[in-house]
């Protein structure tokens, strides 16, 4: 049986997400894992290969590769060439909704994956693929969203101190 190490260095700041904050500017910002997710549905849509793609937009297929897996950001001009290629709008390209449950679930790993609530518990990384089963993505994001809402509870609720405890006998 392996046991994982947890940090020594968890603490509720590490871990706590403020979502009563407005959106800043921050996250007005390019969301490119949900980006790299919708290119590579439309990508797949379109029937086309990484290989295929690449053409298209004049472009190498493991920066392609990169941007499918939400690890580069691309820039404009790649961009209105990739809406092109994939037959969309800039728009469509850059929505905010995920072409799919299953993007949605494969997003939302990728995310919890990078946080720090997940460097935290020094876990090992799920590869996030086609092959990974639906069952297991969302038993996975499932886990991840009660910890978090857990350790959020935890933060929230102050603890109260134990009672004194009353000796009973003669």
């Not at 609530?117 to 991840?144: F, H, M, W």
Request: with cysteine; aromatic share 4%.
């Amino acid at each position: 049986m392996h046991f994982f190490t947890y940090s020594s260095e968890m603490s509720p700041s590490s871990w706590n997400r403020d979502v009563s904050q407005p959106p800043s500017a921050a996250a007005a910002e390019l969301d490119v894992i949900a980006l790299g997710r919708r290119v590579r549905h439309l990508r797949k849509q379109a029937g086309l290969t990484l290989d295929d793609l690449s053409v298209a937009v004049g472009t190498a297929p493991s920066q392609l590769s990169l941007i499918e897996n939400g690890k580069r950001e691309p820039k404009l001009t790649l961009l209105q060439h990739l809406a092109s290629a994939l037959n969309v709008s800039i728009d469509q390209l850059l929505g905010a909704e995920p072409p799919s449950r299953r993007a949605a679930l494969e997003i939302e790993l990728e995310r919890y994956q990078r946080g720090p609530l997940y460097e935290a518990l020094n876990l090992p990384k799920i590869r996030v693929s086609s092959r990974l089963p639906l069952d297991v993505l969302e038993a996975q994001v499932g886990l991840l969203h009660e910890l978090e809402r857990k350790m959020n509870e935890q933060v929230a609720t102050p603890r109260k101190p134990a009672a004194p405890t009353v000796g009973c006998g003669p």
